[in-house]
């Protein structure tokens, strides 16, 4: 085969490739393009199937309030009739009992009329006395038609304006929700989820999180307040999830429409207490020591499980009870286990005490942190920012190695670099308290 042959093989190869590729491009494309034409059937369907049922339950409940209403209303109207009636009947029985004692005293009269000469006397003179008993002169007084209730009913002509206006108005159909999740970022045992606003439009009084393990699960609150992130912890890792978030507008109270679902997951296995270190009581997941009173020395330094801090990630502790302080308490990272220590204020670790004290390699620097208390978060941020090649020159020299540590703790923080003799990719997280009432969660 000649050259050119070869080289015209060689063409078409990178052609046939190019063409693969630019399919498999496009064919990914398409699957794209193919989910956002499900996202917009589907929410479609979704959202007239919450309209009409939204809609029907409103006429239900509208029809039976309007009914219990007028229900109401002619209860109220029979009270009203029954209680103006009782007086009038009590009356027109007073006037019929008149009536029948006059009749009856009538014929009696004339029957004492009509009797022979002999009785009329007696006769007379009974039918008088009876007469007189009777009170011929006294009447029952009558009320006057004004005196007397007359029912009607007060029905304000405002109410199917207002309601049509409110009507017209209620309920709202939108493209897009007000706000989105950006960023999924895997934590250990957890994920930090956040958002953000989409709408400018909109203002966000409050932000809404839920998450549930797969498809077709119930959802569950996460969160709920103003910050646009959060970490969801106590997830199994290798494990899909879904989140998604709403926003309450302000002045509000109902909520937005639900952001796109995101899946989510960690692979990172989470946080853990060593257990069996006396002085120290676990929670079932691990994640909370608490310092208990069993004994009233000093019990050392309680580690981790495992060394699950890796550079680049944030390590955090929070306290949630505090004991009296001391100077030798301590919360950090290390590089191996020591038993026999006291306390993280050693060699090849850093830690921040209890009184804001910070401490490299057991020595102490002269920047120092908030004290810490009930409430207090202290944060670990560690990078790679070089590592030196071993030489002849350094080999005996401590900072091979470097690592840029960041301690937060409330609203302040100190960055300092931190030298060691290897280079490492995971550290061991350790405390240390010296009375105990110390609870400490971390993540």
């Known amino acids: 085969m000649s050259i050119e042959a070869e080289v015209l093989l060689q063409e078409a190869k990178e052609s046939i490739e190019a063409a693969q590729n630019y399919r498999s491009e496009l064919q990914q494309r398409l699957h794209g393009l193919n989910q956002a034409h499900n996202q917009?059937?589907?929410?479609?369907?979704?959202?007239?199937?919450?309209?009409?049922?939204?809609?029907?339950?409103?006429?239900?409940?509208?029809?039976?309030?309007?009914?219990?209403?007028?229900?109401?209303?002619?209860?109220?109207?029979?009270?009203?009739?029954?209680?103006?009636?009782?007086?009038?009947?009590?009356?027109?029985?007073?006037?019929?009992?008149?009536?029948?004692?006059?009749?009856?005293?009538?014929?009696?009269?004339?029957?004492?009329?009509?009797?022979?000469?002999?009785?009329?006397?007696?006769?007379?003179?009974?039918?008088?006395?009876?007469a007189l008993q009777i009170q011929l002169d006294?009447?029952?007084?009558?009320?006057?038609?004004?005196?007397?209730?007359?029912?009607?009913?007060?029905?304000?002509?405002?109410?199917?304006?207002?309601?049509?206006?409110?009507?017209?108005?209620?309920?709202?159909?939108?493209?897009?929700?007000?706000?989105?999740?950006e960023e999924l970022v895997e934590r250990p045992g957890g994920v930090l989820v956040r958002w953000s606003k989409v709408d400018d439009d909109f203002t966000a009084q409050d932000y809404r999180l839920q998450y549930c393990r797969s498809a077709g699960c119930q959802y569950e609150d996460a969160y709920i307040g103003k910050d646009s992130e959060f970490l969801v912890l106590h997830l199994d890792p290798h494990t899909d999830y879904l989140f998604r978030v709403s926003a309450r507008g302000e002045g509000r109270t109902e909520w937005s429409p639900w952001s796109v679902p995101q899946i989510g997951y960690t692979a990172l296995p989470p946080h853990e207490w060593r257990p069996g270190c006396e002085g120290y009581i676990l929670s079932s997941r691990r994640n909370i020591a608490l310092r208990s009173d069993t004994t009233l020395?000093?019990?050392?330094?309680?580690?981790?499980?495992?060394?699950?801090?890796?550079?680049?990630?944030?390590?955090?502790?929070?306290?949630?009870?505090?004991?009296?302080?001391?100077?030798?308490?301590?919360l950090g990272v290390c590089l191996e286990c020591k038993s026999g220590v006291e306390s993280l204020q050693r060699d090849r670790a850093v830690c921040i005490s209890t009184k804001g004290a910070v401490f490299v390699n057991g020595k102490e620097m002269t920047n120092q942190l908030p004290a810490i208390t009930v409430g207090s978060t202290v944060t670990f941020d560690m990078e790679v920012v070089s590592l030196f090649p071993v030489t002849n020159n350094n080999i005996n020299d401590m900072g091979n190695f470097k690592l840029r540590v960041t301690i937060g703790s409330g609203n302040r923080e100190v960055v300092f670099d931190w030298l060691l003799e290897r280079g490492v990719d995971c550290l061991f997280f350790g405390c240390s308290f010296v009375h105990p009432g110390w609870k400490v969660l971390v993540f």
């Open 40 to 130: 917009v059937r589907g929410s479609a369907s979704e959202t007239r199937e919450v309209l009409r049922r939204h809609f029907e339950e409103l006429q239900v409940q509208v029809t039976q309030l309007l009914s219990d209403r007028l229900g109401a209303l002619l209860q109220e109207v029979d009270a009203a009739e029954r209680d103006s009636l009782r007086p009038l009947d009590d009356c027109q029985m007073l006037i019929e009992q008149g009536v029948s004692a006059a009749e009856e005293l009538m014929r009696e009269g004339e029957a004492a009329m009509r009797c022979s000469i002999g009785e009329k006397d007696d006769k007379l003179g009974s039918f008088t006395k009876k």
């Open 138 to 181: 006294s009447l029952p007084e009558v009320p006057a038609l004004t005196d007397v209730p007359c029912l009607s009913a007060q029905l304000d002509d405002s109410l199917l304006p207002a309601l049509r206006e409110r009507i017209v108005r209620h309920g709202s159909v939108a493209s897009c929700p007000p706000v989105q999740i």
């Open 297 to 330: 020395s000093n019990t050392g330094v309680l580690y981790s499980s495992s060394p699950t801090y890796f550079c680049g990630q944030t390590l955090s502790f929070k306290i949630t009870a505090a004991g009296k302080t001391d100077k030798r308490d301590s």
